[in-house]
């Protein structure tokens, strides 16, 4: 496994639960973009019109986060903060709430759940709202974690497996056609979980370079006394025009982000966007005036070129990727790591990630094969299992291999 | 030597030179105010109307600060940053104004130098200024100094003279009416140097507890190319009638600081100062908004009753003082440091320092004795040397005293 951040980490673990030798590289565990993230699980108010193949996956990985938490919870003994609070978009003024409606009736059209409500019901909701807000946009079914906790709990978790971790840059050993491992350590299938990182890690042959970039967004972490929480949802609005995240945790932290910056491998914090951040977050909630500043900083999540990851096998030998999360790295890690440790056990991924095929964006006959297969009758999403490998250059199910 | 902030690591150093045997007792060194402090050196822009004999001791301290930092960066080999380019008062408004021709007038009256400016002068020394300044106070005198660095340097200085560190809670050692050393390590003589702390050091008498107080200031470090550094010289205002300075350092860095607030030993960082501080230092420096944002903190400086230090024997026999230092620490330090040397070697502290007695505090009679004293043909500042100690109760001349 290339890389120590939540796709990695969730990958590990379940690969080794599943009886493969893991071996990790990664010069800083855990302090990528799964560092930085707010940790919010959000596919409803995350939905995006014409991203509906992301929206089915995002919709399916939140459905599995309970049970994920609880395995994981149950594993490493620690627990993530998991909180089945919701969601609550609010608008400033008429074209914020007409922007609302329009998601509504989205979310209507696919079956989604949500609720518009008035300024008054916002405020009943959540009292430290700021009093200029026109309507909000009540999403039950989207939840939060802990993402600082949730690296934790992935960690020790992998270490009760007996994952073992190289904390030093990693560099593939590429023989002829064939990825052979990493740093040294032989490995049936190499697993590149880089995040933004991924297309730069020494010995990537050329033509799989994934096509992910640094999208870089900074964030505050501020603090309340827990026993006067302040809110008890997450909320997000636009504030002038910026986007931003107010998500309160049991603990009393409230992280506060929103910007969307491409700067390439910049993780500098800047005087302008803690002072919007700021601005915006006492705007949306007055109270947050008397809050404990606690950090600022900068992470850098993988964006990738149609917005959805690139999950399965690369096209070279004993190379799988799992990159390109984007936004939704958090929500996404679990179903990751499962398609992935599937792939590696069976040679299939499953149907949910068909569409995220590393090799859409390699191969330009792979999409003609693949609309070729998709007409074919479905599949269930594990009848991998059979063995009859529908990707040839999947790793093979080879229990003892070493998976770096 | 209770206490390793700059107080007590450059008294530690001095006393070392002069040949005593030093230990210093601080569980965390180097990290209470001297580490938050902006380290201007301003004695000139900090007077106020009737701290003469402040203003006394902070003009001598500033006019030795160059052969101190000489000394130092010779013994330590590290550059504290020390840098001559003066310090600029400006005012947003006629009242601002009017408080700096008052100023003026005062230096006038003191004998000391500063000019008023235009606001086109001021922008022409300093053209990232803001143009909505009105005037300018320019004192050249007042410089600064990287206060971290001349915190890291006195450490290195301390270590190659020989001075111990235990890095723990200090406990004084009383014995009767007399202090007798710390932590279980027998001392001629114990100087308490604990900042904001010093009162509540385990141990110590209860009719020699210094009255000083924490006075939280929480600051802002901010980072810019240092080839392109927006500004050159110290600047200071009241901007929306909050005290603010700016504070560029040759490598980049930018302090902005301001706050003076009494929250007794609270050290967080607050969401209002930190979006007080980016708003208000914008204002003053717009081209700010495109600074680094690095750190945010707050520090507790040792408040005093008159704004005085206390610096000299507490009248506990074996126990000297050196606190209270409040705003003027880093400027004070190397002239209290040579003070405590000079009282520990001879019996006798320098002219300058009698007002700042820390006696003056726990004794109804002192100022009487005081006062007298004054009136008495004014010794040289260092005539304690003859060895007619005027203080019965300082420790005495002992070289091989371990000073803690």
Known sequence: MVGAGVIGLATAWRCAQRGFNVTVVDPDPGRGASHYAA???????EAHFGE???????????RRYPAFVADLQAAAGISVGYRTTGMLAVAFDN??????????????????????????????????????????????GDHQVDNRRLVQALRAACDRVG???????????????RVRGANGIPAAATVLAAGAWSPHVAGLPEAVRPPVRPVKGQILRLRVDPNRPLLTRAVRAFVRGRPLYVVPRET??????????????????????????????????PGLVDADFVEASAGLRPGSPDNGPMVGPSGVDGLVIATGHYRNGILLAPI??????????????????????????????????????????????????DGTSAEPDAARDEKEAATK
Chains 1, 2 share one sequence.
């Open 252 to 285: 009393g932290e409230i992280v506060v982000g929103g910007t969307v910056e491409e700067m390439g491998f910049d993780q500098r914090v800047t005087v302008e966007a803690v002072a919007d951040l700021l601005d915006d977050a006492r705007r949306l909630v």
């Open 336 to 385: 990751t790591a499962d398609a992935v440790a599937e792939l590696l056990a069976t040679g299939a991924i499953p149907e949910e990630f068909v569409p995220f095929d590393p090799r859409r964006f390699f191969d330009p006959d792979w999409s003609a094969r693949h609309s070729h297969r998709r007409t074919a009758p479905a599949a269930s999403p594990r009848s991998g299992k």
């Open 52 to 62: 509906e193949s992301l929206l089915h996956l995002t919709i399916e990985a939140a």
């Open 95 to 140: 074209d914020d709430r007409a922007v609302l409606a329009e998601l509504h009736a989205y979310h209507n059209s696919l079956g989604l759940t949500s609720t518009l409500l008035s300024s008054r019901e916002c405020r009943d909701r959540e009292p430290a709202l700021a009093p200029a807000i026109r309507a909000g946009l009540w999403v039950e």
């Open 39 to 45: 940790g919010m699980l959000a596919p409803v108010t």
């Open 163 to 177: 994952v073992r971790f190289l904390p030093t840059e990693a560099h593939l050993d590429v023989h002829g056609n």
